[in-house]
């Protein structure tokens, strides 16, 4: 599977962005997805991840309450909404898939290219 981010830009602090993850070459709903942020002299941390059906979710702590991870199987597309967004947010943020059923918070197999957020004070 192929898989297309979008949906960074530059934002202030407080504000929303949503991003877009569109797959293709697969089965989509056979995977369970990811949204990967890294930021610069940092690791790369799993952000958000969703089951295949989208009945199952998971966060980290740092964004639970704040961003919502969801996805259309019609449309081959999973979505991150990042509210009220902070400075540390700022990162490359990437979506990943991974044949599975359940939410995933380990290791993905298939990886999109990244889309940039920034968060200005």
């Known amino acids: 599977v192929q898989l297309q981010a979008s949906g960074g830009g530059l934002v202030q602090a407080g504000g929303s962005l949503r991003l877009s993850c569109v797959a293709s070459?697969?089965?989509?709903?056979?995977?369970?997805m990811g949204w990967f942020r890294q930021a610069p002299g940092k690791e790369r941390e799993l952000g958000a991840a969703i089951s295949w059906s989208g009945e199952g979710t998971a966060y980290a702590g740092s964004v639970k309450g704040r961003f919502t991870i969801s996805r259309d199987n019609a449309q081959n597309t999973a979505y991150l909404q990042m509210n009220s967004l902070k400075p540390e947010d700022t990162a490359v943020y990437y979506c990943?898939?991974?044949?599975?059923?359940?939410?995933?918070?380990?290791?993905?197999?298939?990886w999109g290219q990244g889309t940039q957020v920034t968060v200005s004070s």
């Open positions: 990943a898939a991974e044949p599975s059923t359940a939410v995933v918070a380990g290791l993905y197999s298939y």
């Open positions: 070459g697969g089965t989509f709903s056979n995977y369970s």
